[in-house]
């Protein structure tokens, strides 16, 4: 799995484009099987349980497996091909799949046969970030970066427009079963078409060199070289603090909405519109192409979004949900493509995966945490707490019904968020950190680059 990809002579630089196009078409076409079958169970699950605790735990267990497996992963996406760390990822999340609708049609379904499976899931779709992420600096050139990252961003809101109207649609017709069926075809489109794909490989660089090491001591690359770009890495910590925060707001959207409207379609339509805002605001970003420096940009977007999601928290009819939740991914388009094209340019193409790989693991690392604490404190909590004297000052806010403890516990995190946020922007170290790392600079221009790069892809 060690060959090198490429044609001869000099080909066109469409060719690469055209590859990065088929791939995110062809992955985003599979995010929205795994939406349909995600949305389908998810209404079912808590239409069952009546608490958002389940939900969460299947957060829970579809996230920790990933992190634990992140550098793991990351050194496979620089020591093989990337295109089988991809196959070898859609085919190990196709299996969960079809096990689970053994499950279903069995008809001895049980709860922890969805958590192992999202554990099963979460293992195999490790390996997607890291080799996609670092394949993207080898098809796409810098300056078509933040469009190119903008465009992968829109791929998740695209699939949270479409989803929800047709699992809606399949899940009254034929139940959980059949948005399996249609989960496990768009995984298998996508497991083909990888395979016809070419992918450029990386020429080793002093960067690579320097860090190699046997395949265990090889996973520490990353962090390794993470702490030489000491910017960096307090960078990253703020990120993960900041998933921390929105993570826990976001397992409880599903249970909240449902609360707050008792509407399965209201449902549906509002999480469309959440996800229609984040396409907006990827075309946004791809028209605009961000900032100069890029950190502005990123920062200011995760302020619009916490104040956003502060809002949602205190949003109490159909049409203010509608609203908030509309705006709310918005901005989260401009953080995540900003923050992305600072780290493509800034790291060595042949380490990428290992330090994609780490930075995504620090990234999640309290993610799982997040889900674990937000289900129980909202169900045991701050639901609760609303029929009690201590929210009758909080009431004109938030309201007094169902959901609303959910509101407030949504509108916390978000404010927590905004305050790290604001002491991050605050740090002359974080502003000024494109200016004080350096571009990676090829021993290549990019016109040499894109020479190995191939003229068409053959699907």
Partial sequence: MSETVGNPGKPKRKGSMRTFYTIVLTQTLSIIGSRISSLAIGIWLYNETGNATPLALVAFFGMLPMILAASFAGVLADRWDRRYVMAISDGGQAIGTVLLMLSFLSGDFQIWHLYAIAALQSLFGAFQGPAFTSSITMLVPDDK???????????????????????????????????????????????IVILNVTIPRPKKTKDAAENQRAFLADMTTGIRYIWQKRPLFWGILFVTLLNFLVSGAGVLMTPYILARTGSEAQLGILLSLMDLGAVAGGIFMGVWGGTRPRIHAAMIGSIMLCVIMILVGMAQSFVALAVVLGLMLFPNMMVNASFMSILQSKIAPDVQGRVFATIDQFAMLMIPIAYLLAGPLADNVFEPAVTRDIWTPLAPFFGAEAGSGMGLQISLYAGMALLATL??????????????????????NDEDVLEHMPEAVAV
């Fill in 145 to 191: 970066r933040d469009r190119a990252n903008s465009l992968v961003q829109l791929s998740s809101p695209m699939a949270g427009i479409i989803a929800p109207a047709v699992a809606g649609f399949v899940f009254a017709l034929v139940g959980v079963v059949g948005t399996l069926v249609i989960d496990l075809a768009t995984f298998l489109v996508a497991f």
């Fill in 423 to 444: 002491a991050m922007y605050a740090t002359p170290s974080i502003r000024r950190l494109e200016a004080t790392l350096p571009d990676f600079v090829s021993t290549e």
